[in-house]
């Protein structure tokens, strides 16, 4: 039983790691846990030490994705301003007649606009992760928790976090493989199964069948498992 245990913790840290920043990302992008199911989950896991500084890795990682965001969102807010600085160097122009002029005096809302959101994103993006980490988590009713979506929430809170629910959006979009616990304790092979492919039953063939062919083409061989079998008798 020792053994068996060993080769299940080796198996579990394999796929598991010692901190997985992707899932505990994920799980601060849900709005019902934010940094409050991290900070439960770790303290429970590890001692404090450990605790701590998993804690602090995992805000460092939400900070250093974040900072990508505000980068490449202040990326597009320039380029979107491009056009708008040729249009002033067309009414500054002599060369432009009266009607021209008259286009560029209509355009004037459309260029406060991009000013103001230029200058008010440049504001809001300093503290946006730090807004949504620092407001309580959102409760939802019991007989609601099994329907709440994050991506419906954060669809209808993207005007309020405009560069974080882009971030969310496309973290919590990326689909989470499964591992199959009892490939833990067995040691034969992976088997299909409706709930662990969404793919059809004639695709599948197909890919089983092309990898077969294709390896046999290139003179490709699997590594044969080999199963012991040990027979106590007494």
């Known amino acids: 039983m020792k ?5 299940m913790k080796k198996k579990f840290d394999k796929y598991w790691g010692d901190l997985n920043l992707l899932i505990a990302v994920a799980a601060v992008m849900d709005p019902r846990n934010k ?10 896991l590890y001692n404090s030490l450990e605790a701590t500084e998993h804690i602090y890795a995992v805000k460092a990682t939400l900070y250093d994705i974040y900072q990508e965001y505000v980068d490449a969102f202040s990326h597009e807010t320039v380029v979107m301003e491009n056009p708008v600085k040729g249009k002033n160097h067309c009414e500054n122009s002599k060369l432009v007649n009266s009607n021209v002029c008259a286009k560029g005096v209509s355009s004037g809302r459309k260029r406060f606009d991009s000013f103001i959101r230029s200058v008010d994103v440049v504001e809001s993006m300093k503290s946006e992760l730090d807004i ?3 407001e309580g ?11 709440f979506d994050p991506l419906d929430w954060w669809r209808a809170n993207s005007l309020k976090y405009r560069i974080l629910s882009r971030m969310a959006c496309d973290i919590l979009a990326i689909p989470v493989t499964s591992v199959a616990s009892k490939a833990t304790f067995s040691a034969g092979g992976r088997v299909i199964e409706p709930h662990r492919a969404s793919l ?17 083409f290139y003179g490709i061989h699997k590594k044969k498992k080999v199963i012991y079998y040990i027979l106590l008798i007494n």
């Not at 940094?35 to 429970?44: D, G, H, N, Q, V």
């Open 35 to 44: 940094m409050k199911l991290i900070e439960f989950s770790f303290r429970a």
């Open 137 to 147: 988590v959102f409760i939802c009713n019991e007989n609601e928790t099994q329907k």
């Open 132 to 134: 949504y980490i620092e």
């Open 200 to 216: 059809g039953g004639e695709t599948v063939e197909m890919l089983l069948c092309g990898g077969d062919w294709l390896r046999n």
């Open 3 to 7: 053994r068996m245990a060993l080769k």
